[in-house]
């Protein structure tokens, strides 16, 4: 009866110390998987930021996608990595980096080009691009605390003429509707009173659509 009872707490004492040798090798190889997927992750966001663009885009990650975003730009120095940058980092609320990255957009000698060829692929949209981006890099701006720049940025941008869905609609959208902030509406509101009084007398719908904005902030203020 001994004899059996000391086998039987041998073969659980074996158990045991097989369990544990099989749990130690797990661990070991869990850790070892994570340190390649640490290594690899390091590898493709200082190498490859590209992918983790792509990555972290369908994911939903839109910070990270943004800053990676960035990073892309930052390595290959094209426009159209910057103008992506731009739009992203706008879109995921990172107003410091949207405004500092679009200011460099906005002064580089191959905008204009870029935003003809923008505008080409884009045909039947309402809007110029070049209007666009100034928009949101005027917003980013305002959002920022740097108000001088975002009305310069906006207004800038429009020139002597008030398109449609123009830059200073995007900062007047932004102060008005999202911020309410009747200081900078009544900054806009001059503005646009002062644009409207250079405008051409032959500028037509500009003339309408700059009045319509004149009436609406005109009121909010009043307001």
């Known amino acids: 009866m001994r004899v059996s009872a000391d086998r039987c707490l041998t073969s659980v004492g074996g158990e045991v110390?097989?369990?544990k040798l099989i749990?130690?090798?797990a661990l070991i190889t869990l850790a070892c998987v994570l340190a390649?997927?640490?290594l690899l992750f390091g590898v493709f966001s200082l190498f490859v930021p590209s992918v983790m663009v792509s990555l972290t885009d369908k994911l939903g990650m839109e910070s990270a996608?943004?800053?990676y975003s960035a990073a892309v730009y930052e390595k290959s120095g094209a426009i159209d990595d910057l103008a992506v940058a731009v739009e992203r980092n706008y879109g995921a609320g990172r107003?410091?980096?949207a405004a500092e990255y679009g200011a460099e957009l906005l002064q580089r000698d191959d905008f204009d080009s870029y935003s003809a060829a923008?505008?080409?692929d884009s045909e039947g949209?309402?809007?110029s691009y070049a209007q666009y981006a100034a928009g949101i890099v005027s917003v980013s701006q305002y959002y920022s605390g740097d108000t001088d720049a975002a009305v310069r940025t906006a207004f800038d941008a429009c020139g002597i003429a008030f398109p449609r869905n123009n830059a200073a609609v995007y900062l007047i959208d932004a102060a008005m509707n999202v911020r309410a902030d009747a200081a900078v509406c009544r900054v806009l509101l001059t503005r646009l009173q002062e644009l409207e009084s250079r405008l051409s007398?032959?500028?037509g719908e500009d003339s309408k659509y700059i009045s319509v904005w004149i009436d609406q902030l005109d009121a909010f203020c009043a307001g």
């Open 23 to 25: 749990l130690k090798t």
């Open 36 to 38: 390649l997927a640490l």
């Open 118 to 120: 923008r505008d080409a």
């Open 95 to 97: 107003y410091e980096a």
């Open 65 to 67: 996608c943004a800053r």
């Open 17 to 19: 110390r097989l369990n």
């Open 201 to 203: 007398p032959s500028a």
């Open 125 to 127: 949209n309402t809007f």
